[in-house]
């Protein structure tokens, strides 16, 4: 049996562009049922998503509708610029 390295670190997917990124390069978000959380502990418990720290991406996200097809809920764009600004000011 081949013993596994943990010398490669996992990427991620933005939602935004599509591309993959090292996953500490991204900016996590959670949905808890209720609301979306930025998840700078990458401990938050509910459905993960990832977002580039770039506004392109996000204005992506957005116009592709990907927060609310992850969260299966229809939230409007100002509720998402206001988590992911807030998310990056604490990051």
């Given amino acids: ?30 949905w808890n049922g209720e609301k979306i959380l930025a998840d700078t502990s990458n401990r ?5 998503f990832y977002l580039c720290k770039n506004k392109d991406c996000l204005e992506l996200a957005i116009k592709r509708k990907a927060f609310n097809r992850i969260c299966k809920r229809n939230i409007d764009a100002e509720t998402i610029r ?8 604490n990051n």
């Fill in 44 to 48: 938050n418990e509910g459905r993960g």
């Fill in 1 to 30: 049996m081949k013993k596994q390295t943990s010398d490669k670190k996992p990427n991620r997917r933005c939602i935004g562009c599509m591309a993959s990124f090292p996953q500490e390069t991204l900016i996590r978000f959670t």
């Fill in 82 to 89: 206001k988590v992911v600004e807030d998310a990056e000011q």
